[in-house]
C-alpha cells in the first residue's frame, strides 16, 4: 500500500497525475515543535522542511504496519538581511484591523511566527539513506552570502496574508520541499528541492485586487499566494521546479520509489 501522508489538494493531484494507486491519510504532528527542535540545534529552514516531511511519514507510518509512507512539508525562508528588504508598500491592507485585533486575541501575527535561523548552519541527516539537498539560488548570489533569515508560516486571515505579501515584496524568497520515504518506522529516504522566487515591487492596490481574487485560498499557502493563481502577477522571476514549488517534488520522488518499491512502477 502507498500511503500520501497529507491533506493538501495539491500534492494529491500532483500524485494522482502519475498514475499512481495511493490513499491519502494525513498526518498529525506539532509542526512547531519539529522547528524548534531543529532551530534550536543550529539547524536551518532546509533542515526544518526535511524533519518535518520524516515527521509526517513516520507518523502515518506507524499506523500502517507494511505501507510505504511518502511525507512532505513546505518552509518558506526569506532573507533578514537589510540589503535585499524592500522599502515598505506604505498603504495598509483594509483588512489591517481586523488582522490587529484577532493578534490581540491570541493569534500569532506574522511577525510572530516568523522563526529566525542562520541558514549556513544546517544539521545532518540523521537517516544515512537520506538525499542530499539540492538548491537553487538566484544568480550571483552564493551561500555564505546570505545573512539571517525568517522562516514564515501560513497566514491566518486576509489581513496577515496582505502583511506577508509586503515581506516578500521585491525580493526573493526560497521554498524548501522536503519529502520522505517511510516505512515500519524506518525513512528509507529524504530529500529537499529549492526553488528561488522574486516578488516584483508591486503597489498596495495591485496586492489587494490579487487577493480579492484569489480569496481564503491563499491561507493555505506559507506564502500568501498560488502560482497557478491570480498571484502570479506578482512575480517577476521564478527559479525552480514547477512540482517543487506545489510543494511535491515528483521527479526525485518517482526515483525514489523505482529503488525502493519498484513494484509500484514497473519498467
Same mark, same amino acid.
Given at each position: 500500500?502507498?500511503? $500520501?501522508?497529507?491533506?493538501? %489538494?495539491?500534492?494529491?493531484?500532483?500524485?494522482?497525475?502519475?498514475?499512481?494507486?495511493?490513499?491519502?491519510?494525513?498526518?498529525?504532528?506539532?509542526?512547531?515543535?519539529?522547528?524548534?527542535?531543529?532551530? =534550536?540545534?543550529?539547524?536551518?529552514?532546509?533542515?526544518? #522542511?526535511?524533519?518535518?516531511?520524516?515527521?509526517? #511519514?513516520?507518523? !502515518?507510518?506507524?499506523?500502517?504496519?507494511?505501507?510505504?509512507?511518502?511525507?512532505?512539508?513546505?518552509?518558506?525562508?526569506?532573507?533578514?538581511?537589510?540589503?535585499?528588504?524592500?522599502?515598505?508598500? =506604505?498603504?495598509?491592507?483594509?483588512?489591517?484591523?481586523?488582522?490587529?485585533?484577532?493578534?490581540?486575541?491570541?493569534?500569532?501575527?506574522?511577525?510572530? !511566527?516568523?522563526?529566525?535561523?542562520?541558514?549556513?548552519?544546517?544539521?545532518?541527516?540523521?537517516?544515512?539513506?537520506?538525499?542530499?539537498?539540492?538548491?537553487?539560488?538566484? @544568480?550571483?548570489?552564493?551561500?555564505?552570502?546570505?545573512?539571517?533569515?525568517?522562516?514564515?508560516?501560513?497566514?491566518?486571515?486576509?489581513? @496577515?496574508?496582505?502583511?506577508?505579501?509586503?515581506? $516578500?515584496?521585491?525580493?526573493?524568497?526560497?521554498?524548501?520541499s522536503g519529502i520522505a520515504l517511510a516505512r515500519d518506522g524506518v525513512v528509507l529516504w529524504s530529500e529537499v528541492e529549492t526553488a528561488?522566487?522574486?516578488?516584483?515591487?508591486?503597489?498596495?492596490?495591485?496586492?489587494?485586487?490579487? $487577493?480579492?481574487?484569489?480569496?481564503?485560498? %491563499?491561507?493555505?499557502?506559507?506564502?500568501?499566494?498560488?502560482?497557478? =493563481?491570480?498571484?502570479?502577477?506578482?512575480?517577476?522571476?521564478?527559479?525552480?521546479?514547477?512540482?517543487?514549488?506545489?510543494?511535491?517534488?515528483?521527479?526525485?520522488?518517482?526515483?525514489?520509489?523505482?529503488?525502493?518499491?519498484?513494484? $509500484?512502477?514497473?519498467?
Amino acid at each position: 500500500m502507498l500511503i $500520501l501522508a497529507s491533506k493538501s %489538494v495539491a500534492r494529491n493531484a500532483l500524485l494522482a497525475g502519475t498514475g499512481l494507486r495511493f490513499v491519502a491519510s494525513p498526518a498529525q504532528i506539532d509542526e512547531r515543535a519539529v522547528e524548534a527542535a531543529v532551530l =534550536g540545534k543550529g539547524g536551518g529552514a532546509v533542515e526544518v #522542511a526535511r524533519r518535518l516531511a520524516e515527521a509526517k #511519514a513516520l507518523t !502515518v507510518a506507524a499506523t500502517h504496519p507494511g505501507a510505504l509512507v511518502i511525507g512532505a512539508d513546505q518552509v518558506l525562508a526569506v532573507s533578514d538581511n537589510a540589503a535585499s528588504a524592500a522599502a515598505s508598500v =506604505g498603504s495598509p491592507s483594509p483588512l489591517e484591523g481586523e488582522g490587529a485585533r484577532r493578534a490581540d486575541e491570541g493569534f500569532a501575527s506574522e511577525s510572530v !511566527v516568523a522563526r529566525r535561523y542562520a541558514p549556513n548552519a544546517q544539521t545532518p541527516s540523521a537517516h544515512p539513506s537520506s538525499g542530499a539537498s539540492r538548491h537553487l539560488l538566484p @544568480q550571483g548570489e552564493k551561500e555564505g552570502q546570505r545573512g539571517a533569515a525568517s522562516i514564515l508560516h501560513k497566514p491566518i486571515d486576509m489581513a @496577515q496574508a496582505a502583511r506577508q505579501l509586503d515581506r $516578500l515584496r521585491d525580493r526573493t524568497h526560497h521554498l524548501h520541499s522536503g519529502i520522505a520515504l517511510a516505512r515500519d518506522g524506518v525513512v528509507l529516504w529524504s530529500e529537499v528541492e529549492t526553488a528561488s522566487l522574486t516578488m516584483r515591487a508591486f503597489s498596495a492596490d495591485e496586492r489587494d485586487a490579487v $487577493l480579492a481574487l484569489e480569496g481564503e485560498a %491563499v491561507l493555505a499557502s506559507v506564502g500568501a499566494y498560488r502560482l497557478e =493563481g491570480p498571484s502570479i502577477r506578482l512575480f517577476e522571476r521564478i527559479e525552480g521546479d514547477y512540482f517543487t514549488i506545489l510543494g511535491l517534488p515528483l521527479l526525485p520522488l518517482l526515483a525514489a520509489l523505482r529503488r525502493h518499491a519498484p513494484e $509500484l512502477l514497473p519498467e
